[in-house]
């Protein structure tokens, strides 16, 4: 047990539902503490499914989420709960309705229910509700369900926080369905029509079925299923879980996919969010913003010409300037500056020598051995891109074994980068595997870094940052 004076983390780590409920205060009131409290806990999660339940007013998503919570508290899992009302600027009715509703759980430890309210801009209440997710998942909470109203874009991204996506419809919105198309369609992993008590439910699962039948010649994998269920009789839940844990099953593949975009999305957002605020706190005068927007309003600057000056001004350079015109490059242009050379397995570097040096008249640098690797390499002068002849010095060394495998000949290449960490980190970035995460010592003080065999199509390519000073090997 910890005491109250324990930290709110450690408190949080616990489980202790007044810690988890002070912890998303934190983060709803986007207090600093909250950043911080991510912060310390943000390692121990990743643990929890969040199970996304998003539908138009009424549809019954709320019983849905309640007799879902029963459902896997039967099958022994904890179950955290937030509602989250972009609709209505108060926390009002709807999530009375929902304490209500979701009364039998309230004596359950098992549950923890939470009501996220509207507090500034979507984007912000989207970011909000994926912290409070972080929060239950760290207070050992197996799912987190989050229960979202509307279907348009803001809504969409909310959702986006889940790792399963449910959509739930009710009879009679077939003509909804088209127009919710866009946005749902990308998004739903599942469809419930629920309310299936009442006429239609057939014609409008028929609708969604056509929909997806649509889309289904472009697209493989998971079709999402259309599910039928009436909530208030508790019918059709015990086969909406399993739906989930099916889709959980098959997509478990792809979930850290989703779960980088997500990351991807959090990020711009906080960064544009901490930009911003550094803008108004560092940059801007006062009153400069609302100036700005009254030159707009008058037409005498566009809001591209604003916004580059005021980057300008925030990075004292001609990147400000040019913020309207060219889009952050990816990869950075500067990432490969050339080859530095190419690496070739030997048997006898001096045999190789005679070659390149007594016939071809190349020069040579000293050989040096690189520690760690029972290498010793040698670089030969060809201009800018050197050939280095490696030989091992010892047997079982990485070129011996080569050597052994398939013989002497081309091993790898060479990529020289300014940036070795800055390299690996957007290599790493794109998902493509490296041998080494941290760069080594090289040859000549260099730092180098292999990336996987296996990404690159046949060569073995090894970045390179040279070290500071005049040898540039
Ligand atoms: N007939 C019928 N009524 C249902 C069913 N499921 C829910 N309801 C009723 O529909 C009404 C709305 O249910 P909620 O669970 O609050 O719906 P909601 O989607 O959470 O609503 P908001 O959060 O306000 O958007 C309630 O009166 C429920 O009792 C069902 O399967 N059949
Ligand atoms: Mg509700």
Known sequence: MTTASAPLSERLLAGDPRAIARAISLIENEAPEGAALIGRIFAKTGNAYLIGITGPPGAGKSTLVDKITAELRTRGRKVGILAVDPTSPFSGGAILGDRVRMQAHAEDEGVFIRSMATRGHLGGLARTTAEAAIVLDAAGYDVVIIETVGVGQDEVDI?????VSVVTLVPGTGDEVQALK???????????VNKADREGADRTAASIEMMLSLDDAMSEGWRPPVLRTEATANRGIGELIDTIDRF?????????????????WRLREILGRRFMQHLEANVLQPGEFGLWLDRIAAREVDPYGAAATVMGQALGNELGGDFSRSAPKSPPSALVAAIDHVGIAVEDADASLKFFAGVLGLTSDAPQDVKGQNTRVRFVNTGDA???????????????????????????????????HAAIAHVLGAGVRMIDKEPRRGAHGSL??????????????????????????
């Not at 959702?159 to 790792?163: E, F, G, P, Q, W």
């Not at 959980?248 to 991807?264: H, I, K, P, V, W």
């Not at 080569?402 to 980068?417: F, S, T």
């Open 386 to 420: 050197k050939l280095e002849l490696v030989e091992s010095i010892a047997p079982g060394s990485p070129i011996a074994n080569y050597l052994e495998k398939r013989g002497p000949g081309l091993h790898h290449v060479a990529l020289r980068v300014c940036d070795i």
């Open 159 to 163: 959702v986006r926080t889940a790792d």
């Open 182 to 192: 866009a946005g749902i369609m990308e998004i739903a992993d599942v469809f419930v």
């Open 248 to 264: 959980r099953e098959q997509s478990s593949d792809t979930l850290g996919a989703r779960r980088r975009a997500r990351a991807e």
């Open 448 to 473: 180098i870094a292999f990336v996987h065999p296996a990404e690159t199509h046949g060569v073995l390519v090894e970045l390179k940052q040279p070290a500071a000073s005049g040898e540039s090997h």
